[in-house]
């Protein structure tokens, strides 16, 4: 046997013994320690064509499912901005600021009970949770297209709002938890790319929908919530019978699979557990840093993000055309965005780097804000362009920024709260995001595209201050300088997470 075969074969030997987890060891910790399967039978090492068909398998299990549900999840987040331009505005008596009120009302509960929500995600089946707060709040969107007041349509996003909370976060931490750091990127991706599909898809329906007008006394915007929510209910019913569960109880796995997927993810983060919830899993949580600059770093390109869903389809309009055109208009940007950011997440992963994709696509957006912000000294046709460019480069990076917070954390606790707190505090970017396109400014909207810009470059200077971070406890631990927790109790080693001595960081 080679050298290379023998230090692979010790390398496997090493992973698969079986540690002291303590007395308090649960099925769900065996699964992740990745030693012994359900059956108690000794595990072998990993055949490489095996862990491809595993792969391939779970790919095929979680993505499509999830991916389909975003895009539900978005289309009836995003469609009030195809509704505004449809007379959704004039039928409820809004004015003024009423429209922004109604955008940010939605972030008010969103962002209040992600964290919670992927607490409670922790404990259940996400087969149940999802499909559940799937099909409410796809009943709360057709009570949007019922509703015959201001105040109702506020009502119904604060709801929406709420049961969406689980949905974005709870599906990133069931992902995570399922891949290697370095496999996630482009599964991530693809499942982001709903959303992405979800700004063309929803001016397609628009368009289609908006020739209903007058059928049944509703106008067209009415439809477009009431066949979009409908759409929701019918998947979410479907969805329980397909969404898959926790690794450790997923169906769609026989025992052999569970055991050879238990010893991966246990290889990719050796000792750098954290599946039990205390005093010290909540400060580990709650107290790490990284979580906090990835939240700003998120916060600040999710503001483009929701910008171009929400407020596209009013900017083409206002370059003079019509609104069926503008809806129409609206439907390449996001497929050029879909494309970009696919083929980001091959690079990003095959690289396995994260910061430069981040940079590359900042300055991207950059180039189309500076052009709409002098955009009385060019063309229509290059205003055009610049909202290719803006969404283009807006998801290049906001993927990038999840997945890469995802990778540097780990346990199950720590990867929950963190995947909640960056997507729901930094969906406070949402909120700017509602607020900044004033109607008194139209078209110019000079607010708007400069705070864009602004958070842009706020998204750039904490991924600098994440990479030195990165960089420097890197190094500290290869120096041995964080050896000291290897004398603490095997349980809370056991319990440490990303803390673990053994664990580093990627960018």
Partial sequence: MDNKSSLSTEANAVALEKPDLGTNATQEDIF?????DHAGVEAVPIDPVAEKKLLRKIDVHLIPILWLLFLCAFIDRINIGNARIQGLEADLGMTGGDFNIALFTFFITYILFEVPSNILLKRLRPSIFL?????????????????QSFAGLVVCRLLIGFFEAGFFPGCIYLISMYYKRHELQWRVNLFFCASIVAGAFSGLLAYAIAHMDGIQGYSGWRWIFILEGLFTVVVAVGSYFVIPDWPHSAKFLNENERSMLSRRLALDVERATMNHWDKHTAWRCFGDIKIYIGTFMYMGIVQTGYATSFFTPTILKQLGWTS???QVMSI?????????????????DRLKHRFAFIVIGCCISTIGYVILLNMESVPVGARY?????ITGGGYIAQPVTIVWLSNNVSGHYKRGVSSAMQIGLGNIGGIVASNIYLPSQAPRYPLGFGIGLGFLWMCVGCAVVFLLYSMRENKLRNAGKRDDRLQLALEVQNNLGDEHPSFRFSY
Avoid at 32 to 36: D, E, I, P
Avoid at 133 to 144: C, E, F, K, S
Avoid at 385 to 389: D, G, H, R, S, V
């Fill in 32 to 36: 992740y320690k990745g030693y012994v």
């Fill in 385 to 389: 362009f610049a909202l290719y460019l």
């Fill in 131 to 147: 499909s559940t707060i799937i099909g409410i709040w796809g009943i709360i969107t057709i009570g949007m297209g019922c509703t």
């Fill in 332 to 348: 390449p940007i996001f497929v050029v965005a879909t494309v970009l950011a696919l083929c980001t997440a091959l690079l990003t």
């Fill in 324 to 326: 069926l055109r503008a």
